[in-house]
């Protein structure tokens, strides 16, 4: 399928699975070697668009590790200082643990940024970010990403866990919108 159409939106064909799961092979490695004498990482997805991609990586993790899966909801405090974040289903707790993050993307990097802080409040011995895909000219954060596995221009992309209003996550591999 070289075009697909979501909704009012048409998609046109931009990363084959191929690409995708040597991107992922790369990160395994890496994580693999880095990761491997720490005590049970725990692996945070962030729902909903990382379910394809985790499934595919922790396939490929080779030390045993824990894995939850979480969603950030803002919602408006009662005092002044605004926005509040909250994680949802983290039940189990991080105090002194290598948490590792596993995002689908990271764009401006405003969502990773508040993940991240948030779980510091709850004293991990270290936070890892793991992301399949990164829009480099996007992100405005000096947060250092540690496992990136592709590199991609600003255009809206759907496909591997990835939806245009809820369409397209099953699709196996990523369509770039068609302007
Ligand atoms: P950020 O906070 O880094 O700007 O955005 C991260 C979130 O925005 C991602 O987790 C994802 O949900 C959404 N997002 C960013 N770029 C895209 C894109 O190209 N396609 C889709 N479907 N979602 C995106």
Do not use: W
């Not at 084959?16 to 890496?30: C, G, P, R, S, W």
């Not at 880095?34 to 725990?42: C, G, I, Q």
């Not at 509040?84 to 983290?90: D, F, H, P, S, W």
């Not at 991240?116 to 992301?131: A, M, R």
């Amino acid at each position: 399928m070289n075009t697909i159409r979501l909704h009012d939106k048409s998609f046109k064909h931009y990363i084959t699975a191929n690409q995708i799961h040597k991107a992922i092979d790369a990160l395994a490695e890496q994580m693999n070697n880095d990761l491997k004498n720490e005590n049970l990482p725990l692996f945070l997805s962030v729902l909903n668009g990382a379910f394809m991609f985790t499934a595919d990586l922790i396939r490929k993790m080779e030390f045993d590790l824990e894995l939850s899966f979480i969603k950030l909801a803002s919602y408006s405090g009662t005092q002044s200082t605004g926005e509040v974040n909250e994680i949802i289903g983290l039940n189990t707790s991080v105090e002194g643990r290598t948490v590792v993050i596993v995002e689908d993307i990271v764009d401006t990097g405003v969502t990773i940024e508040k993940l991240v802080e948030t779980l510091n409040e709850h004293h991990p011995k270290q936070v890892k970010i793991c992301t399949l895909l990164l829009k480099p000219d996007q992100y405005k954060k000096s947060l250092y990403l540690d496992y990136v596995g592709l590199k991609i221009p600003n255009a809206f992309i759907v496909g591997y866990g990835l939806d245009y209003n809820s369409l397209g996550r099953q699709l196996p591999e990523i369509y770039v919108i068609d302007s």
